[in-house]
């Protein structure tokens, strides 16, 4: 055990000491905060600009329609001279367009055009075509004598809220949006971090072999010791860089987030700009209550969870990892042994949209049982809630498959890291297996 | 008294056998050459005793006792194919490989001290391995050999890679480990090098040994009768059944006859029958070298 801890240790500490790391570990997190801060940046500073787009009517019908929007971003101003005169004016006007609304036929209405210097944003066109939308609607009520009351008056707002029963009978607040929504990013991160750091393992393993040195290392420790050493401090450099990652986005946000202060205390603002939603959608409004809904996620129980997981499914997937790169004497050599070993990755991430649909369905039980596909899907399923039983059992089979894949890979290990140049395939491995 | 004993070693693998009962014997102190053409066995046979790859039958003994794991700080082991860490330093790498081999860390920076002063490579401690010269990387691997301070040392094709000058500074340490009482096991090629050290040989062919023992002992065993004499004058007119093998002239009027005689021929009856003819100026009975025997043995 004492050996394991030494390679161990080297296995960590080459790695965290590389530049590669330490540049990954401070960019990771900019690169989220990023994500985060610069739409609400962008959104920000586009409203000190303020707009001024000049509206030529020449139907008369939209008079009042344009109204100021309330921070100042956008004033509309109305022009009473010709559309050619507006034109040859718009340069020195300092406007920042031009809305042409010709004479309307209100069941067709056409040619409202919108000059520009530079093409106008997606949001600013939709409000204006809303604004006239809106409008016409309401001359069109107005023509058939119906009043705007009571067109509001027909329209039902319906809203079910969903309730989760917990084994003890207790209510909790469910949120499907916002499970969803943990739910993928916490099965794609293990996905990531299992091809990531997989990945790690099969370089050092054939940097090892193809520099010859584990024959030396061999002669002082168990092949098996040198492998698992190596997938646990692989293991250990995830973990560190993903705390590591979470400590640093939680620092930045803090940070960044005192600098806008009013954003970062209202998460409203920040979905308006990022998902550009139209309003009344339930994903803006699942990220208005996004705190208060958060609570029926079982927050400790989804860290621990994607933690267990996380080691579980890079053990497993790790040690397979060591077993293709021993098997091969270069990079491109590993290519056709990876596609088995990625393939239940692949499919555990396609069907993720499936388990969505039914995350206590059929496909998604066996799926988040079978080891090799459970640490994506139960990821999936966790935000959703699910029995303790099912979560205990596939708990237990995971460490099982690790196990399994561990003893696996060790026997094609022991050898491959012996064999140089020998092309090897499938039937080799086959009798190195049952040697 | 045997340091380490192979008995009834064999090695199958899926395609070939690597090693058919080999049994040797290394005595303590010895430096012993392990010899054979290529793909004869002798990785193999290092492997299994490195506990690299197990035997699939026969056992081995280590100072009497059977070969365990706990053996292994007993060996130190230089492969034929050298290799270190590339991207790490020299000193770090010295450091963990003593370790494995279950030193404490300061005692393994205390040993890597002395050695870096006794092969001249001190200041090398923080330097990459990839930015040293390949002679430079051998003497940080042969380091890594001997740090611990093994009893057996297994060194295959130790020279190779090394320049004259430290080559002779490698030898020199061989021999200063064997004067310690280290047991030294030496796989190569190069014969000279064989004929210069090694105190006892074992020759290896496909998959089986074909000869073992003291090098004095096999060189007699190989004798051929065989003389080499140098001479002035002819040999015309010898009475005695004798075979000239090579006739070589030497400076001022001097030959120098290579001469086979019968097995039942001593060599005084060769003089005798000699003096009458040739001014005899040198007369040595002509030993195989390894090189012969091993020729000899695998054809």
């Known amino acids: 055990m004492n050996k394991i801890g030494l390679i161990i240790r080297r296995e960590y500490w080459t790695r965290v000491r590389k530049k590669s790391f330490i540049i990954m570990t401070i960019l990771g997190p900019l690169i989220f905060a ?38 100042g971003s956008i004033q509309y101003e109305y022009i009473t001279i010709s559309l050619d005169q507006a034109k040859a004016d718009f340069p020195k006007s300092n406007r920042y367009g031009l809305l042409y609304i010709p004479e309307l036929d209100l069941d067709d209405p056409q040619g409202i055009t919108f000059f520009a210097e ?28 119906i009043s705007r009351e009571t067109l509001e008056a027909l329209e039902t707002n319906v809203d079910i809220s969903t309730i989760n029963l917990t084994q003890a009978g207790e209510e909790q607040q469910g949120n499907a ?37 584990v024959e030396v290392i061999i002669s002082s420790v168990r092949p098996f010791q040198l492998m698992v050493g190596k997938v646990i401090g692989v293991a250990s450099v995830g973990l560190t860089q993903f705390l590591l990652w979470v400590g640093f986005t939680l620092l930045i946000v803090n940070i960044a ?22 309003e009344n959608s339930p994903e803006l409004e699942a990220m208005q209550d996004f705190s208060s809904i958060f609570g029926s996620v079982n927050v400790p129980l989804l860290i621990g969870c994607f933690i267990f997981y996380f080691l579980g499914g890079y053990l497993m997937y790790g040690a397979l990892f060591a077993a293709v790169g021993s098997a091969a004497d270069s990079d491109t050599d590993t290519q056709q042994f990876m596609l088995p070993v990625s393939a239940p990755l692949i499919i555990s991430i396609v069907t993720l949209a499936a388990i969505l649909n039914e ?56 050898i491959g890291i012996l064999t140089y140049g020998t092309k090897v395939n499938y039937k080799t491995i086959g009798k190195w297996l049952f040697q | 008294m045997y340091l380490l004993e192979t008995q009834h070693i064999s090695k199958r693998y899926a395609n070939h056998e690597a090693l058919r009962d080999v049994s040797v014997t290394i005595p303590r102190q010895s430096i012993f050459g392990l010899l054979g053409p290529n793909g004869a066995g002798k990785t193999t046979l290092i492997r299994i005793i490195n506990q690299i790859i197990e035997a699939d039958e026969g056992q ?71 930015d040293l010269s390949k002679g430079m990387q051998q003497k940080i691997q042969f380091i890594a050999t001997v740090v611990h301070d093994p009893d057996l040392i297994i060194l295959d094709e130790p020279f190779t890679g090394f320049d004259p000058v430290n080559a002779n500074l490698i030898k020199d340490e061989i021999l200063t480990l064997q004067e310690r009482g280290k047991t030294i096991i030496f796989s190569t090629h190069r014969m000279e090098s064989v004929e210069e050290l090694c105190t006892h040989i074992a020759l290896i062919n496909k998959s089986e040994k ?14 051929s009768n065989t003389y080499e004499i140098v001479h002035l004058g002819d040999f015309n007119g010898v009475d005695l059944e004798y075979q000239l093998l090579g006739e070589e002239p030497l400076e001022e009027n001097y030959t120098k006859s290579t001469v086979q005689i019968a097995e039942t021929t001593s060599p005084n009856e060769l003089l005798r029958s000699l003096i009458p003819h040739i001014e005899i100026h040198g007369f040595q009975e002509k030993l195989p070298t390894i090189n012969e025997i091993f020729i000899a043995a695998v054809q």
């Open chain 1, 34 to 71: 990023g994500i985060v801060f610069v739409p609400i940046w962008l959104a920000s500073s586009e409203s000190s600009d303020e707009k001024v787009i000049a509206v030529s009517d020449e139907s008369c019908l939209l008079q009042n329609g344009f109204r100021n929007e309330e921070d």
């Open chain 1, 118 to 145: 530079t093409n106008p944003s997606i949001q600013l066109l939709r409000n204006i075509r809303r604004t006239v939308r809106q409008n016409i609607r309401d001359l069109k009520l107005e023509r058939s004598s």
């Open chain 1, 177 to 213: 949006e916002v499970a969803s929504v943990v739910g993928y990013v916490g099965a794609f991160l293990i996905y990531i971090f299992i091809f990531l750091y997989g990945a790690q393992v099969m370089r050092g393993v054939i940097e090892e072999k193809s520099s010859r040195i």
């Open chain 1, 257 to 278: 987030g005192s600098f806008f202060p009013d954003i970062a205390a209202d998460p409203s603002a920040t979905a308006v700009p990022m998902a550009q939603v139209p």
């Open chain 1, 359 to 414: 995350p206590n369905g059929t496909l998604a039980f066996w799926m988040s049982m079978i080891p090799f596909t459970s640490p994506v899907v139960m990821m999936m399923r966790i935000p959703f809630g699910l029995p303790t039983w099912e979560l205990m059992l596939s708990m237990t089979l995971l460490i099982g498959g690790f196990i399994f894949t561990t003893w696996l890979a060790a026997k094609i290990y022991r």
């Open chain 2, 60 to 130: 081995i003994l280590i100072k009497d006792e059977p070969l365990e794991p706990k053996h292994i700080a007993d060996i130190g082991y230089l492969p034929e194919e050298r290799g270190l860490y590339k991207k790490m330093k020299v000193g770090e790498q010295l450091i963990y490989l003593a370790q494995l081999k279950g030193l404490s860390r300061s005692e393994a920076v205390k040993r890597i001290k002395s050695w870096f002063e006794r092969l001249e490579v001190s200041g090398w401690s923080e330097k990459k391995i990839e």
């Open chain 2, 210 to 223: 074909i000869l073992d023992g003291k090098k004095q002992d096999i060189k007699n065993q190989f004798r």
